[in-house]
């Protein structure tokens, strides 16, 4: 069995760079694709032991104003908590991952509008991605609008279709429309797949369609030794979900942001 810090840095890496990354130091290090969806110079921290060093020593070389970086720390990692927040990193979100192993073969789900994605699809997908989520740290973060927001969501789940994130795509039908989407991340080791991103659209609500739709990538991926899913702790009714079919916990982040 994997143990929970694999498993989180699994689904760790939450935006695909457009072109070369810029270092600005070891640990500040910039997010061409954030860049450009959030127009702003963006940045990710690199949480590790030296700047868990360089932070104490006043070494951290931060990005010149304006500009907005990010960073995750395991729950448990008190080290590098502190050393971000005495950067001045503000706590947003909790992350949170759910492992269980694919039940397998479990009937054609593709007779309930359940199946993989076509290029056709673009245009539905990326509507339920933008209005689909709740949540998400870019939501739950004041100094960003719900409109940019939203525009992460829609951009990240473009990127499928543009191929530059994703391995595969499962979308439901529901009345001719696009009810639902699970975008799915491989593992390179082969032995995992992960549900990088999944939305159902409002109106679709309540009918089962994400259980559905996690049922079909059961199926299809029934010689997985896991299927990995993330939420925000803040989502209740996604983890109990989660939860009621056979995913446990299997690790947390803490996910922080420093608006310059």
């Known amino acids: 069995m994997v143990s929970g810090r694999h498993e989180e840095a699994f689904l760790d890496h939450d935006y695909e760079p457009l072109s070369a990354q810029v270092t600005i130091s070891h640990s500040i290090i910039s997010d061409p694709w954030l860049t450009s969806v959030l127009e702003k110079p963006t940045y990710r921290a690199v949480v590790d032991d030296r700047l868990v060093a360089d932070a104490a020593t006043g070494n951290v070389i931060l990005p010149s104003p ?13 080290a590098k908590i502190r050393a971000l927040e005495s950067l001045g990193f503000s706590l947003i979100e909790t992350n949170v991952t759910f492992s269980k192993t ?5 009937g054609d789900v593709e007779q309930e509008g359940v199946c993989f994605a076509n290029a056709d699809d673009e245009d539905g997908v990326v509507a339920v991605a933008r209005r689909g989520f709740i949540y998400p740290r870019f939501h739950m973060d004041p100094f960003f609008s719900r ?16 191929r530059l994130r994703g391995d595969a795509m499962v979308v439901a039908r529901c009345d001719g429309d696009i009810a639902g989407f699970a975008q799915l991340i491989d593992d390179p080791d082969g032995k995992s797949i992960a549900i990088d991103l999944i939305s159902v659209a409002e109106k679709f609500r309540r009918r089962g369609i994400a259980r559905t739709m996690i049922r079909f990538i059961e199926t299809r991926y029934a010689k997985r030794d896991r299927l990995l899913v993330g939420t ?3 989502n ?19 996910v922080y942001h420093l608006h310059l």
Request: some cysteine.
């Open 102 to 106: 694919p039940a397998g073969a479990i």
């Open 66 to 78: 304006p500009a907005f970086c990010y960073a995750k720390a395991q729950t448990d990692d008190f």
């Open 232 to 234: 925000q702790l803040i």
């Open 147 to 162: 409109e940019t927001a939203e525009r992460v969501k829609a951009e990240w789940a473009r990127n499928f279709f543009k």
């Open 236 to 254: 209740i009714l996604s983890t109990r979900l989660y939860e009621s079919i056979g995913f446990r916990l299997c690790a947390s982040t803490y």
